[in-house]
């Protein structure tokens, strides 16, 4: 029943054009409560601009954004005040130290004191935090911009390529502290990377973007579950082992001495396969190929079809 609620987030035919060219267009993202909603595309594909309209940072040229089942145009200081967001590198005040830093933003918007070490615990800065900002790593100034995201314990939490630039270790280390906010903190994230195998790691439900177009959405196991089965049989005359099979029915795509299948259960695999030598030609080989999900990212974003 956990999809009958209304998103957290929604938005309905969003749009942005730059130019006269469209860079958002018409997208509907369905965020349910309690995701971590990965949103992939690559570089350029949108992701920042339709980010940045969820936060009303910028107006969408058409379309509609609701957070928390609120119109974002009527609602937004009211939606601000339980969302917390990075977008594009952090703001601090570099001569400050991660404490004051987080000191300056609690005072700001009358937050409990005690907020500042539970998000320097969760982040991991609490034996940093009276360095001054500037002398962080580039980790550790991405964690304290999450800190200060999180210092008012919001129910949406925004982040734009939360580990870009990152080295290895520093992205396990937001990764694992991104996992742990649905669960131990009640908080819903939304987060964009152009890396599959990021959103692969972290997101629990998945929304596709190229060219300002979403080209898929749902949950990790349904793009998962997408994951195409192929069967290749070897035959020294593919043109005419093709012509055997089309007269029976089949539509195999022949490429090199191969003739490919999808969706091929087991009987019709050895029927073709007793059809092929009955005819005189030998199969050679017979092979199952699973499309990875690398693939088929690489051909909703290449070929913009949807699954
Ligand atoms: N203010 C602007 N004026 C003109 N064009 C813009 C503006 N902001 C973004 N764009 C264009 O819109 C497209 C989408 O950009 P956006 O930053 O949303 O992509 P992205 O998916 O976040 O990519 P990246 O991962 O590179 O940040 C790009 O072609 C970009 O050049």
Known sequence: MKNMSPPIVETQNLS???????????????????????????????????????????????????????????????????????????SYYGHLTGYENLKVMQRLRSLPGKNIDKVLKIVRLENHKHKKADQYS???????????????????????????????????EIRELI??????YGITVVLSSHLLSEIEQIATSVGIINDGKLLFQGTMQSLQAANK??????????????????????????????????????????????LLVEQGLPVTRIEEQKKSLENIFLELTGKERSL
């Open 16 to 90: 942005k054009t730059y130019g006269g060219i469209h860079r958002v267009h018409n997208v509907n993202l369905a965020v349910q409560t309690g995701q971590i909603f990965g949103f992939l595309g690559p570089n350029g594909a949108g992701k920042t601009t339709t980010l940045k309209m969820l936060l009303g940072l910028i107006k969408p040229t058409e379309g509609k954004v609701k957070v928390f089942g609120k119109d974002l145009d009527r609602h937004r200081p009211n939606i601000l005040n339980n969302t917390g967001s990075l977008i594009e590198s952090p």
């Open 138 to 172: 580039l980790g550790m100034k991405q964690r304290l911009g999450i800190a200060m995201a999180l210092l008012a314990f919001p129910s949406l939490l925004i982040l734009d390529e939360p580990t870009n630039g990152l080295d290895p270790a520093g992205i396990g």
């Open 229 to 274: 089965v192929t069967i290749r049989f070897k035959t020294p005359d593919p043109a005419r082992a093709e012509k055997i099979l089309q007269s029976q029915g089949y539509l195999p795509k022949v490429q090199g001495r191969q003739l490919l299948f999808t969706h091929l259960p087991d009987e019709e695999v050895s029927y073709i396969n007793r």
């Open 179 to 184: 996992k742990s906010l649905p669960e131990q």
